[in-house]
C-alpha cells in the first residue's frame, strides 16, 4: 500500500479536469450560440467562415449601394420630369405664337416667358445634385475623345421622271416623294429654309430656276452653306452635317418650306422637304465622368452610370426665339427635337433603375444563401450540444466524488500503525 503516490485519486482528478473542461466549452457554445468561438474548435472551419462572414457583409453592402445608386437615379429623372413639362410649354408657346392672329406685341410677350422658361431649363440642368453631385451638367456623361458635329437627314426622295432615287443632280422641278409621286415644285417657286445654331435663326431664301437642283439647296443657300454641308446618298436622303463640331455649331429644326409664285404653302413639299431628324446629336470634348456603382461583394463588380448633359444649351433651346412666325415654326421642330432627348435620357435612367431593382434582389438572395452557408459551418446545434453539456456535467459529478473516495484510501494505513 503506497501513499506517496494515490493513483486512483490522481486518475479521478485528470478525469474530472477533462469533464470539466468539456463543459466549459459546451457553456461556453450553448451561451454564444456558435459552434466555433475560436480557432481550435475548428481551425479550418474558423477560416472557412469568416471567408463567408466577409462575403456576406460585401454583399450587404453592395445591396445599400445599388439602392444609394437607385436614389441618385431617381433624383436625375425627377428633375429631367419637370425639365420635359417645361419644354412642352415652350412647344405650347412656339406653337401659340406661330399663329398670325398674335401682334408683334403678342409675341414679345410670349418671347418673354420663353426667355424665363430656357433659364429654369438651364438651373435645373446646373444645379441638380445627388449628395452635392452634380447630375446633369454633363459632368456625368461618357467620354468623348473628340468633339461631334451633329447630322440631320431626311426621308427618301425620287427622281419622278426618271423613276430612280434621287441624287444631288435631280432638278427640283422633277423631285418627288418616296413612293415616287411629284412634289409639284415649278419654275418661279421660293424656297426658305429655316434653321438655328446656337440659338440664332438663320434663314436661307432662293428661287427656283429650271436647272436648280438638290445640290443647289446649299449652294445657293450661304446661311446652310456656312453652317453645314447638304449631301444626298446613294438611297435619295439628304443629309445635312454641321461643319462646326460640339453643341455650340449644331444646326438645330432644319425646315425647308415651298410657296408657289402667288405666296401659297405647297404643303406636300414643304412637308417632305421639311422631314429631316437628327440622326447624330452634337457632342463637346470631355473626359469621362460616368458614376461606378460597385454592385457585388468583391472589387471590379460594378456598374457604370452615365447622364448626358440637360442644360439648355446642349438640349439646343438656348436662345430660342419666337418673334416671328418663321421662327416659331423653326423653334417647334427644335423643341421637338429636345424632347425627344430629354425622353431618351428618362428613358435610360429608368433602364438603369429597373436594373438596379433586379440587382438588389440578386445581391439579397445570394447574402441570404451564403448566410445559410456559414450557419451551418459555425452554429451550433443547441439540441445536440445540450445534450453534450449534461453529460460532461455528470461525468464532472461522478469524478468529483470518486477523487473524494480515491482521497479516503490513504486513511487505511493508519489501521495498520493501530495494530
Same mark, same amino acid.
Given at each position: 500500500m503506497i501513499i506517496n503516490y494515490n493513483s486512483m485519486a490522481s486518475n479521478a482528478l485528470r478525469q474530472l479536469n477533462i469533464n470539466s473542461g468539456q463543459q466549459a466549452k459546451s457553456m461556453a457554445k450553448l451561451s454564444s450560440g456558435l459552434r466555433i468561438n475560436s480557432a481550435?474548435?475548428?481551425?479550418?472551419?474558423?477560416?472557412?467562415?469568416?471567408?463567408?462572414?466577409?462575403?456576406?457583409?460585401?454583399?450587404?453592402? /453592395?445591396?445599400?449601394?445599388?439602392?444609394?445608386?437607385?436614389?441618385?437615379?431617381?433624383?436625375?429623372?425627377?428633375?429631367l420630369s419637370q425639365t420635359t413639362d417645361i419644354l412642352q410649354r415652350m412647344r405650347e408657346l412656339a406653337v401659340q405664337s406661330s399663329n398670325d392672329t398674335n401682334t408683334d406685341q403678342d409675341r414679345t410677350n410670349i418671347q418673354s416667358e420663353m426667355g424665363q422658361?430656357?433659364?429654369?431649363?438651364?438651373?435645373?440642368?446646373?444645379?441638380?445634385?445627388?449628395?452635392t453631385k452634380n447630375l446633369l451638367d454633363g459632368s456625368m456623361g461618357?467620354?468623348?475623345?473628340?468633339?461631334?458635329? &451633329?447630322?440631320?437627314?431626311?426621308?427618301?426622295?425620287?427622281? /419622278?421622271?426618271?423613276?430612280? +432615287?434621287?441624287?444631288?443632280?435631280?432638278?427640283?422641278?422633277?423631285l418627288?416623294?418616296?413612293?415616287?409621286n411629284s412634289l409639284g415644285i415649278s419654275v418661279g417657286d421660293k424656297i426658305t429654309v429655316n434653321f438655328t445654331v446656337n440659338g440664332?435663326?438663320?434663314?436661307?431664301?432662293?428661287?427656283?430656276?429650271? !436647272? !436648280?437642283?438638290?445640290?443647289?439647296?446649299?449652294?445657293?443657300?450661304?446661311?446652310?452653306?456656312? +453652317? =453645314?454641308?447638304? /449631301?444626298? !446618298?446613294? $438611297?435619295?436622303?439628304?443629309?445635312?452635317?454641321?461643319?462646326? +463640331?460640339?453643341?455650340?455649331?449644331? @444646326?438645330?429644326?432644319?425646315?425647308?418650306?415651298?410657296?408657289?409664285?402667288?405666296?401659297n404653302t405647297r404643303a406636300a413639299a414643304s412637308n417632305n422637304l421639311s422631314s429631316f431628324t437628327e440622326t447624330t446629336g452634337s457632342a463637346d470634348k470631355r473626359t469621362d465622368g460616368s458614376a461606378t456603382l460597385l454592385i457585388g461583394a468583391?472589387? =471590379?463588380?460594378? *456598374?457604370?452610370?452615365? @447622364? &448626358?448633359?440637360?442644360r439648355a444649351s446642349a438640349l439646343g433651346v438656348s436662345g430660342l426665339s419666337v418673334? $416671328?412666325?418663321?421662327?416659331? &415654326?423653326?423653334?417647334?421642330?427644335?423643341?421637338? $427635337?429636345?424632347?425627344?432627348?430629354v425622353s431618351a435620357?428618362? +428613358?435610360?435612367?429608368?433602364?438603369?433603375?429597373?436594373?438596379?431593382? &433586379?440587382? @438588389?434582389?440578386? *445581391?439579397?438572395t445570394s447574402s441570404q444563401n451564403i448566410s445559410d452557408a456559414q450557419s451551418r459551418v459555425a452554429d451550433v446545434d443547441m439540441a445536440k450540444e445540450m445534450m453534450n453539456q449534461s453529460k460532461s456535467s455528470v461525468l464532472a459529478q461522478a469524478a468529483q466524488a470518486m477523487l473524494a473516495q480515491a482521497n479516503q484510501q490513504p486513511q487505511q494505513v493508519l489501521q495498520l500503525l493501530r495494530g
Amino acid at each position: 500500500m503506497i501513499i506517496n503516490y494515490n493513483s486512483m485519486a490522481s486518475n479521478a482528478l485528470r478525469q474530472l479536469n477533462i469533464n470539466s473542461g468539456q463543459q466549459a466549452k459546451s457553456m461556453a457554445k450553448l451561451s454564444s450560440g456558435l459552434r466555433i468561438n475560436s480557432a481550435s474548435d475548428d481551425a479550418a472551419g474558423l477560416a472557412i467562415s469568416e471567408k463567408m462572414k466577409g462575403q456576406i457583409r460585401g454583399l450587404d453592402q /453592395a445591396s445599400r449601394n445599388a439602392q444609394d445608386g437607385q436614389s441618385m437615379i431617381q433624383t436625375a429623372e425627377g428633375a429631367l420630369s419637370q425639365t420635359t413639362d417645361i419644354l412642352q410649354r415652350m412647344r405650347e408657346l412656339a406653337v401659340q405664337s406661330s399663329n398670325d392672329t398674335n401682334t408683334d406685341q403678342d409675341r414679345t410677350n410670349i418671347q418673354s416667358e420663353m426667355g424665363q422658361l430656357e433659364k429654369e431649363v438651364d438651373r435645373i440642368g446646373t444645379t441638380t445634385q445627388f449628395n452635392t453631385k452634380n447630375l446633369l451638367d454633363g459632368s456625368m456623361g461618357k467620354s468623348v475623345s473628340q468633339a461631334v458635329a &451633329n447630322v440631320n437627314t431626311s426621308v427618301a426622295f425620287k427622281d /419622278a421622271v426618271a423613276s430612280t +432615287a434621287a441624287s444631288s443632280s435631280t432638278l427640283l422641278t422633277s423631285l418627288g416623294d418616296s413612293n415616287g409621286n411629284s412634289l409639284g415644285i415649278s419654275v418661279g417657286d421660293k424656297i426658305t429654309v429655316n434653321f438655328t445654331v446656337n440659338g440664332t435663326a438663320k434663314s436661307d431664301s432662293i428661287t427656283v430656276t429650271s !436647272t !436648280t437642283t438638290l445640290a443647289g439647296l446649299a449652294a445657293a443657300g450661304s446661311n446652310l452653306n456656312t +453652317a =453645314g454641308t447638304l /449631301a444626298v !446618298t446613294s $438611297t435619295g436622303t439628304m443629309t445635312e452635317t454641321a461643319n462646326t +463640331a460640339g453643341s455650340a455649331g449644331a @444646326i438645330e429644326g432644319l425646315t425647308i418650306s415651298v410657296q408657289d409664285s402667288s405666296g401659297n404653302t405647297r404643303a406636300a413639299a414643304s412637308n417632305n422637304l421639311s422631314s429631316f431628324t437628327e440622326t447624330t446629336g452634337s457632342a463637346d470634348k470631355r473626359t469621362d465622368g460616368s458614376a461606378t456603382l460597385l454592385i457585388g461583394a468583391n472589387g =471590379g463588380q460594378t *456598374l457604370s452610370v452615365d @447622364i &448626358n448633359d440637360m442644360r439648355a444649351s446642349a438640349l439646343g433651346v438656348s436662345g430660342l426665339s419666337v418673334s $416671328t412666325q418663321s421662327q416659331a &415654326n423653326t423653334a417647334i421642330k427644335v423643341l421637338d $427635337t429636345a424632347i425627344q432627348k430629354v425622353s431618351a435620357e428618362r +428613358a435610360k435612367l429608368g433602364a438603369f433603375e429597373n436594373r438596379l431593382d &433586379n440587382t @438588389i434582389n440578386n *445581391l439579397n438572395t445570394s447574402s441570404q444563401n451564403i448566410s445559410d452557408a456559414q450557419s451551418r459551418v459555425a452554429d451550433v446545434d443547441m439540441a445536440k450540444e445540450m445534450m453534450n453539456q449534461s453529460k460532461s456535467s455528470v461525468l464532472a459529478q461522478a469524478a468529483q466524488a470518486m477523487l473524494a473516495q480515491a482521497n479516503q484510501q490513504p486513511q487505511q494505513v493508519l489501521q495498520l500503525l493501530r495494530g
